[in-house]
């Protein structure tokens, strides 16, 4: 039995028999096709080609790639569509009767050769682009017609060195346990989706494909973040209960998709998502959410050189918000660190980025990039019902450059004569205490407020939460929390206004009673959390909860809470 | 027939992205449009062609377009050309 340590993506465990995906390989076997076979390949030819066309303009319309990266995809497409590339092509089939893979392997080596043989050092060094084209071209091909995943069965746990978005989205729909790789994050794109799916997945494991041979067995324990190979037989054991265990609360779970977010008092608690990247919508709507309660938008403006434009923008946020129609859309405008968007500001290092140069402030010192994000915004919302929501709020003040800047955005698209609609709801996140503390006055000059706990804990307590000596000053259930959550949700109401709690402490099962019993109207979640979050609300009575409240509010430490709870 | 002759003035010379963005343009025309290095002639509608062409920095190559909109076909590659396609 070995033990590697990895980094866990989503909890939950898996255990199967150990898959090794090796990196796409091309292996092309040069073969002759019969005549009678020439008329198949060619009409291959055509229909492999635009199906591969087809998937080039999905990958241009993915905004989340640079412009660089659009102009490469866009260069594949033209070579496909290429009348040299396609007589040649059709004439080693029908005359040479190559196969089609044969064929463009064929092709593509001429070419590379003619770059290779240039004697021109920096156009020789071109090739690497013509190669780079070839490869793609033919894995495209390649891949449509042979699956990796064909053959591979249920009870396996795939291992491989990383892993693209849409090949997760492949495994889950084939039921595989699981899946581990040797690099990548835990908030790469691929890692966002397999959490939204609970899909077992660590990453990060390293040395992991030089310790393992396929069929081997494994484990995945996605709750404390290790892969175990060849475990003994107690240890299976153990996680065989686990496993069961989960699959049951998992089928019971599954049962509450249609129920509805109502407590066992009656009160209806609005249930909504969080989501990170367009393409978790898929989960939104397959657990029956209602809406999306937090979009980030800091993956549109992360790894790239350039902004996006306004149409880029326009185009996802419309997009998410016909999928959620009539659901609404709250999108946050852009929360990032200025450390994490320095390639594309000019940020100089923060002594202190915690308290510095992050959310709202960067937009407001940015009112160019600000404004396209917020016409982006306006926009869209002809086609659904958005929400525009603002981070890092301190107090009203920001509130109110914000409204004078939306005042602006709305009379520029008017004086363009470009369609939007201005019926929209503002909201602040509540996270900073200054903000807690005048969240009357805040409530009073908006539409809602959600409450952002990871960074409102932070901030109260003054406890920086990646920091792992400090971690026990890290409370949830600090007095001081549970008054600012007391505060704000009080103040909110006397101003008509509604309150929702969008950071982890509404994920939490252990939290969700006392946040009702506070008086939150709405709780979003990730994704993958939504039905075990419905289950808590439906079991919660807030009535009796309530009861509990004073006590609870009396308490002068966290533990004497927990203990309430 | 119209025919001019350009340099290639952008440094990294006919690489993939400018070489797409000769295409795209060509392409929108009815006019016969071919590209001449030396000896080589190649379609200027073909990204294959255009890329094998192989032209470096400093090189020259002549334009060449026949049909009813060569003027104009004429006139937007060869801005093309000057404005180095947008590098730097």
Do not use: W
């Not at chain 1, 792992?468 to 007391?486: D, G, M």
Request: charged share 30%.
């Amino acid at each position: 039995m070995k033990k590697i340590k990895g980094n866990s993506v989503s909890s939950g465990v898996a255990i199967g028999k150990a898959k090794i995906i090796k990196k796409h390989e091309l292996y092309i076997e040069r073969k002759k096709i019969l005549k009678r076979e020439v008329k198949l390949e060619l009409s291959r030819f055509k229909e492999d080609v635009e199906f591969v066309v087809n998937e080039l303009d999905k990958l241009i319309q993915d905004f989340t790639y640079s412009q660089e990266n659009r102009d490469i995809l866009e260069s594949h497409k033209m070579i496909l569509k290429d009348p040299h590339f396609n007589s040649r092509i059709t004439e080693l089939i029908s005359k040479e009767l190559h196969s089609l893979e044969h064929a463009i392997s064929t092709y593509f080596t001429e070419a590379v050769d003619i770059f290779s043989n240039m004697n021109n050092s920096y156009l020789s060094h071109r090739v690497n682009d013509f190669e780079d084209i070839a490869y793609r071209l033919l894995s495209h091909i390649m891949d449509e017609r042979k699956d990796i995943l064909v053959g591979v069965d249920e009870n396996s746990i795939l291992l491989m060195e990383n892993i693209s978005p849409s090949f997760v989205t492949k495994v889950f729909d084939k039921n595989i346990q699981g899946l581990c790789t040797e690099r990548g994050s835990r908030n790469s794109h691929s890692s966002i989706i397999a959490r939204s799916m609970n899909l077992p997945m660590l990453v990060n494991t390293l040395g992991l494909l030089g310790n393992i041979k396929d069929g081997e067995d494994l484990i995945i324990d996605g709750n404390d973040g290790y892969v175990i190979i060849s475990p003994t037989k107690k240890v299976l054991e153990k996680y065989q209960a686990i496993y069961k265990e989960e699959q049951n609360v998992q089928k019971e779970l599954l049962k509450l998709i249609d129920v509805e977010s109502i407590t066992k008092d009656g009160k209806e608690i609005k249930l909504m998502s969080n989501i990170e990247i367009p393409q978790e919508i898929d989960q939104v709507i397959k657990y029956n959410s209602a809406g999306i309660g937090l979009f980030r938008t800091e993956f549109l403006f992360m790894d790239r050189e350039d902004l996006p434009t306004e149409e880029e923008q326009y185009k996802i946020y419309k997009n998410i918000a016909e999928q959620c129609k009539p659901n609404s859309v709250i999108i946050r405008t852009i929360d990032v660190g200025g450390d994490k968007l320095s390639n594309i500001l000019n940020i100089t290092h923060e002594e202190n980025p915690n308290l510095g140069y992050r959310g709202i402030r960067i937009s407001l010192q940015n009112v160019p990039i600000f404004k396209q994000q917020i016409k982006a915004i306006l926009r869209a919302n002809i086609h659904g019902n958005i929400k525009i929501m603002f981070p890092m709020i301190s107090g009203v003040d920001e509130l109110l450059k914000v409204k004078e800047i939306i005042e602006i955005c709305s009379k520029e698209l008017i004086n363009t004569g470009i369609a939007f609609n201005a019926n929209m709801e503002l909201g602040a996140m509540i996270e900073i205490p200054s903000a807690v503390i005048t969240s009357d006055s805040i409530a009073e000059e908006c539409d809602f407020l959600s409450i952002g706990t990871n960074d409102l804990i932070q901030y109260t307590l003054a406890v920086d939460r990646d920091n792992q000596s400090i971690s026990e000053y890290y409370k949830p259930l600090h007095p001081a929390v549970i008054r600012s959550l007391k505060m704000t949700i009080d103040n909110a109401h006397k101003m008509g206004k509604k309150v929702a709690v969008c950071g982890e402490m509404a994920s939490e099962k252990k939290y969700v009673k006392l946040l009702l019993a506070l008086g939150v109207d709405e709780l979003s979640v990730s994704p993958g959390r939504l039905l075990i979050i419905k289950k808590e609300i439906i079991d919660c009575d807030i009535t009796e909860m309530k009861s509990k409240l004073d006590r609870i509010l009396a308490c002068k430490t966290s533990k004497e809470i927990d203990k309430l709870l | 027939m119209i025919r001019k002759t350009i340099k290639i003035v952008n440094k990294l010379g006919m690489h993939a992205r400018p070489a797409t963005m000769i295409v795209k343009a060509a392409t929108k025309y009815r006019s016969e449009f071919k590209i001449v290095k030396s000896d080589m002639e190649i379609n200027g509608k073909s990204i294959m062609g255009v890329m094998t062409l192989a032209a470096e920095f400093g090189s020259e190559l002549e334009l060449v377009a026949d049909g009813v909109d060569e003027e104009f076909l004429i006139k937007e590659i060869a801005e093309m050309f000057a404005s180095k396609f947008g590098e730097e």
